[in-house]
């Protein structure tokens, strides 16, 4: 690999984080982190998920999550239960206010974005998609492995 990769890579990830907002504790103006925001996305988009499959996904440290998700319980936002699979694990569920609240960070978000892209004409979004297809591809040869 060539250094000019990595400080491209590098480069990249300094313009694009503060580009979506995803650096600070306040994403989306909210009282949370990008990525407190994100497990209770997750749990959205995988009710009766776990805390490991979770961890794997973000590639996040277990205690952190568990901190994250003991805050999103005690805010009425999550609740856990017993795994149907595995009675040692549990299951993550959301709550009515917890969907309600997850489904505005999704809205908000989508809403920032399209915001973002509004400059771009429908030749460059399209360039944009290809881009991102390839990043995506390139970046995840080997994950199956794993």
């Known amino acids: 690999m060539t250094d000019a990769t990595v ?3 590098r480069a990249f990830n300094r313009f694009y984080m503060p580009r979506m907002n995803l650096l600070g504790n306040h ?3 909210s009282e949370y982190s990008a990525t407190e925001a994100r497990v209770l996305f997750e749990v959205l988009q995988n009710d009766g998920c776990t805390a490991t499959s979770i961890a794997r996904a ?3 440290d277990k205690g952190y ?9 005690k805010a009425g936002y999550l609740r856990r239960t017993v795994s149907s699979g595995d009675g040692r694990a549990r299951s993550l569920h959301l709550t009515e206010t917890g969907r309600a609240r997850a489904q505005e960070f999704v809205d908000l978000s989508n809403e920032e974005v399209a915001d973002i892209l ?3 004409s429908p030749a460059e979004r ?3 998609e290809d881009a991102l297809d390839t990043v995506t591809e390139l970046l995840s040869k080997g994950e199956q492995q794993a």
Do not use: C, D, F, V
């Not at 999550?65 to 319980?73: F, K, M, P, Q, V």
């Open 65 to 73: 999550l568990s901190r994250i998700i003991s805050a999103h319980e």
């Open 126 to 128: 399209k360039r944009l």
């Open 58 to 60: 973000m590639n996040i």
């Open 118 to 120: 509004a400059p771009l």
């Open 7 to 9: 400080q491209k890579i």
């Open 27 to 29: 994403y989306l103006g």
